[in-house]
C-alpha cells in the first residue's frame, strides 16, 4: 500500500517548522535535492505538541549527502546506514530508509535499502511509523494510522512479529505508555506478554532500561515491565528506583552515580539484594559503617539509603573522607614485612582515628605498628 498524505493535519506545518534545527535540515536538503522525510518521535511530538531537543530524519537515498550539506560533527553507523550530526540547534539523526530482516527471534536485523513505505513498515508502534516530507512540512504521511491512534492514546504494535524480532521493544512500550499515559492496544498487550528477552543480549535489554531510567515517569514504566512479567522484578523496585533517582539529584548524593546505573544495576545484577543487607544492620561505630559501606558500589549506597541507611549520609560526608598521615612505607621502614602485615597496621590506624583515639602522625604509627604485629584484623 503505497503511504498516504494528509493535507496539514491539527496545523503539523507549523509545529515541524518550529523544532530546532528543522529550517536547517530543509535547507540542506534542498541544496542537496535528496528525499528526506521528518520521521518517528519527531512526528510524533509535534503532533502531540510536544517539545523535543533532536530530530528524526529519514533519506531516502543518500544519507550521509544530508549530512555532509548539514555540516558540524557527524558520527556514521554503517553497520544501520544512520549518522547523527550534532549542530547548534541539537542533535539531529539521519538515517538512509532500509527494509529489515531477522535472521532468528531477538538477533541483529540485516538491512537492505528500501523506499519510504518500507521503512515505516519495519517500525515498532504505529504513532512512530508517521512521516512528514521535509520540504513539504504540512503533509503527513500515516499508512498505519498512527495519528488515529495519538488522538486516541492508544499503543498499537506494526504486526505480530514485532516483539518476536526485537523483544526489546516490547520494554519500549512500557516507555512510551507511561511517558504518554497511553493504553496498549489489545492484540499489542497479548504479543508483548509473550516477548522473549533472552533471545537478546544483555547489553540490549540494559540498554532499553537505561532509557527508561530517563524517564520522568521511571517508576510507571518499570511497574509495566514487573505487571507484564517481562522481567522478574522485586515487587518494590519500581518505587525504590524512583526514590533514588530523585536522591542522585540531590546533595551529598548528586554525581555519585546515575540514574541508568540505579536501574540496570538494580534490575538485572544483586545491588538490591545487598542494599537491603546493609541497609539492616545498623553500624556501632563509625569504623563499622567504613567496614560495611567500603566497597560497596554507588548503587548499592544509594538503594541502601533509600531503605532508611541514614547513617550513610555521614558516611559519605564525613568518615569516607577520613585519611591517614602514614602509608605503608611508613611501615616498612619500620621493619614490617610486605604482605598482610601492613594492610592489618594501616586497618587499625584508620579505626583508631575513626574512634577518636589517635592524635596526629606519630600516634597513628604507633598504632599501626601494633596492630602490624598483633592479631591479624578484618576489615
Not at 537492505?112 to 519495519?122: I, Q, W
Not at 491512534?149 to 526489546?168: A, C, I, K, M
Request: charged letters at 25%; a negative charge.
Amino acid at each position: 500500500m503505497a503511504p498516504q498524505a494528509d493535507t496539514d493535519p491539527e496545523g503539523v506545518r507549523a509545529r515541524i517548522e518550529a523544532l530546532p534545527g528543522a529550517a536547517e535540515v530543509r535547507a540542506a536538503a534542498s541544496e542537496t535535492a535528496v528525499d528526506a522525510f521528518f520521521v518517528g518521535g519527531s512526528v510524533r511530538d509535534a503532533l502531540l505538541g510536544r517539545g523535543r531537543a533532536d530530530l528524526d530524519v529519514l533519506v531516502v537515498g543518500d544519507h550521509l549527502a544530508l549530512a555532509r550539506a548539514l555540516g558540524g560533527e557527524t558520527v556514521v553507523h554503517d553497520r544501520f546506514a544512520t549518522a547523527t550530526v550534532a549542530g547548534p540547534h541539537g542533535s539531529i539523526d539521519l538515517a538512509r530508509a532500509r527494509a529489515e530482516s531477522y535472521p532468528s527471534p531477538g538477533a541483529l536485523p540485516e538491512v537492505r535499502p528500501a523506499g519510504l513505505a518500507e521503512d515505516l513498515a519495519r517500525r515498532d508502534f504505529t504513532i512512530n511509523a508517521m512521516a512528514v516530507p521535509v520540504t513539504q512540512p504540512g503533509e503527513l504521511i500515516d499508512p498505519h494510522g498512527g495519528r488515529a491512534d495519538l488522538r486516541s492514546g492508544l499503543l498499537r504494535v506494526l504486526h505480530d512479529g514485532s516483539f518476536s524480532d526485537d523483544p526489546t521493544r516490547a520494554l519500549r512500550a512500557a516507555r512510551y505508555a507511561a511517558r504518554l499515559g497511553f493504553e496498549i492496544d489489545d492484540r499489542t498487550l497479548e504479543l508483548l506478554r509473550a516477548a522473549d528477552l533472552a533471545t537478546v543480549s544483555a547489553d540490549r535489554v540494559a540498554a532499553e532500561l537505561a532509557r527508561i531510567a530517563g524517564e520522568r515517569e521511571l517508576r510507571g514504566a518499570l511497574e509495566l515491565v514487573r505487571d507484564w512479567e517481562l522481567i522478574a522484578l522485586d515487587p518494590e523496585l519500581p518505587a525504590l528506583a524512583a526514590a533514588a533517582a530523585g536522591l542522585v539529584s540531590v546533595e551529598p548524593w548528586a554525581d555519585l552515580t546515575d540514574r541508568s546505573a540505579i536501574v540496570v544495576d538494580a534490575t538485572l545484577g544483586t545491588a538490591l539484594a545487598q542494599a537491603r543487607a546493609l541497609a539492616a544492620e545498623p553500624p556501632e561505630s563509625p569504623w563499622h559503617a567504613v567496614a560495611a559501606a567500603r566497597g560497596r558500589s554507588p548503587v548499592v549506597l544509594v538503594l541502601a539509603r533509600v531503605l532508611g541507611a541514614e547513617w550513610l549520609d555521614t558516611y559519605l560526608t564525613q568518615w569516607s573522607r577520613v585519611r591517614l598521615e602514614i602509608t605503608g612505607e611508613d611501615l616498612l621502614a619500620e621493619g614490617v614485612e610486605q604482605g598482610p602485615a601492613v594492610g592489618r597496621g594501616l586497618s587499625a590506624a584508620l579505626r583508631a582515628k575513626l574512634e577518636g583515639t589517635t592524635r596526629g602522625r606519630a600516634d597513628e604509627l604507633r598504632v599501626a605498628l601494633e596492630g602490624a604485629r598483633g592479631p591479624e584484623m578484618l576489615l
